[in-house]
Nanobody, 121 residues
Framework: QVQLVESGGGWVQPGGSLTLSCTASGSISRVFFIGWYRQAPGKQRELVAKIGSNGSTNYGDSEKGRFTISSDSTSTTVYLQMNNLEPEDTAVYYC???????????????WGQGTQVTVSS
């Protein structure tokens, strides 16, 4: 069993900052990458950012240089630093991992339960 647990969501005024964290735990053999997706009401889920176990990063189009993703040395805890937040960033943010479970020969997708980020005045 593999679990992804997010924390750090909440309410912030426009222009403010939040840091989300996600920790993968359980029967993990290998982590390929962990990232963040978000879904606003009435919209499709979209990639925010992801980071590979080798440190490589990818960002979605919406972050516009405002977000930074990083991980700890084990690559099982990932942080998303979000600066200069805008009302359009309001969404449920989901942690997502491409992980090989102990005893398995292939990677599977795992998702966290989501954390709400609300940006408003």
């Amino acid at each position: 069993q593999v679990q992804l647990v997010e924390s750090g969501g909440g309410w912030v005024q426009p222009g403010g900052s939040l840091t989300l964290s996600c920790t993968a735990s359980g029967s993990i053999s290998r982590v390929f990458f962990i990232g963040w997706y978000r879904q606003a009401p009435g919209k499709q889920r979209e990639l925010v950012a992801k980071i590979g176990s080798n440190g490589s990063t990818n960002y979605g189009d919406s972050e516009k240089g405002r977000f930074t993703i990083s991980s700890d040395s084990t690559s099982t805890t990932v942080y998303l630093q979000m600066n200069n937040l805008e009302p359009e960033d309001t969404a449920v943010y989901y942690c997502y991992g491409d992980i090989i479970r102990i005893g398995s020969s292939s990677a599977h997708d795992y998702w966290g339960q989501g954390t709400q980020v609300t940006v408003s005045s």
